[in-house]
């Protein structure tokens, strides 16, 4: 007999095949008070079921990002257990709110494959859609990871990449139609910006910083369900790539999120994800900074109280963000950027 997790490695893939990941995850007000705890978010709906109200809402959502990570770590098993990195995201569309109580399952199928050069790697695409416990879609996102050969010397048929589109159409994601912007406490929000403020181009420095601690960003994966070994296992890693474990990517993200609320207090909710990229790794130890740039607007289809800012988030490590680091004149980036997000936020108008 065998312990049953080995997980899949590259040339088990094959494009088209389904997955199924499992159990699903029953979410609690014990899952958001820790996620709280973890990154501090502040963002007025998803913090008092009283403001959550005064939009329409039953009470106060997940956070979007939590959902994301909890879709994301049921398909880890299946799809990156043996990743070695998790590279970026495209097409990623939030549906329909979580609340407190429902119950998160997710599949996921292979959208194409390509080997390394290397023979020892090969970079795996996959589309992972999760749902609540009516299978209604609550989540769709595509993603590509580098997982292990499990053995270099397998020969693998040529692959295929798939097309992923640079930028999703913000009104493609779904927004409960009960929310309305017309009539909440704009005095209880946080935040004085509304639409209307930001300005194409504008940039945003979020000013605070966040420390990694090892205890915390494996405390975080676990909270998602997220087994990959290169977060946890100490000894294993002494001989891997880095020679330590690496942050899962999407504790960067959140924490990116929550320092954006400085400056971007009243972007509620996450509407869509329009590309992402794990530029640098993260270890334990490293502080996290974050700054913003408006880089689209768009009105919200037949609604004249919303509108949507596509905004783009970069973070660094142990620098600053005061100067904005960013891409260096040949294209690369400044050696202390680890995150590079573009995404939608839906805003209230003024």
Known sequence: MTSGAAGNFFEDFRAGQILQHGPARSVSVGDVA???????????PQSSDVFARSLGLPGAPLDDLLVFHLVFGKTVPEVSLNAIANLGYAECRFLKPVFPGDTLSARSEVLGMRENTNRETGIVYVRSTGFNQNDEQVLSYARWVMVRKRSAEKDVPNGQVPKLATVVEP???????????????RGASGGSLYFEDYAIGARIDH??????????????????????????NAHAE??????????????????????????????WFVSAINAGRHV?????GDTVYAWSEIIGAAQAPSRDDMGYLRVRTVATKDRSCADFPDRSGDGGYDPAVILDLDYWVLMPRA
């Open 238 to 267: 002494k001989q891997g790539r880095f020679g330590r474990r690496i942050v899962y990517g999407g504790h960067v993200i959140s924490i990116a999120r929550a320092l954006s609320f400085n400056g971007l207090a009243n972007a």
């Open 207 to 232: 000013g605070d910083a966040m420390t990694v601690e090892e205890a915390e960003h494996m405390m975080a994966t676990r909270l998602y369900h997220n087994t990959a070994r290169v977060h946890f």
């Open 280 to 284: 640098a790794p993260c270890f334990g």
């Open 34 to 44: 820790l996620y709280t705890a973890l990154y501090g978010g502040r963002f007025a």
């Open 171 to 185: 009104h493609e994601s779904t927004m409960d139609p009960r929310v309305t912007f017309e009539a909440f406490d």
